[in-house]
Nanobody, 126 residues
Framework: QVQLVESGGGLVQAGGSLSVSCTAS????????MGWFRQAPGKEREFVAG???????TYADSVKGRFTISRVNAKNTLYLQMNSLKPEDTAVYYC????????????????????WGQGTQVTVSS
């Protein structure tokens, strides 16, 4: 079992930057592939970025080139650096985890993940 807690959300103007974090407790953080998802009002939760145990990354097309996912296993922490933010990036951002036996595997869909944080609000004003 792992517990995930997001932090770092807030209000930012369009074009600005923001970083959100996810701290994990419980089982060894390095055992998990991790991901970021987001959910805007009235919309379904969608994939944003994923990272494997070895640090390989993948991104949704909508954030590619603007967002960077990273992890520091020694700190049990996952990060999402968001640059060139747009109003359409406004959402609650969730981190997610799943056990991964393959070091290089990352995952894209909600059903791939077993553990979720409570979310942190990111609001981008125009």
């Amino acid at each position: 079992q792992v517990q995930l807690v997001e932090s770092g959300g807030g209000l930012v103007q369009a074009g600005g930057s923001l970083s959100v974090s996810c701290t994990a407790s419980g089982r060894t953080f390095s055992s998990y592939a991790m991901g970021w998802f987001r959910q805007a009002p009235g919309k379904e939760r969608e994939f944003v970025a994923g990272i494997s145990r070895s640090g390989d990354t993948t991104y949704a097309d909508s954030v590619k080139g603007r967002f960077t996912i990273s992890r520091v296993n020694a700190k049990n922490t996952l990060y999402l650096q968001m640059n060139s933010l747009k109003p359409e990036d406004t959402a609650v951002y969730y981190c997610a985890a799943r056990t991964a036996y393959n070091m290089d595997s990352y995952f894209f869909t909600l059903n791939d993940y077993d553990y979720w944080g409570q979310g942190t609000q990111v609001t981008v004003s125009s």
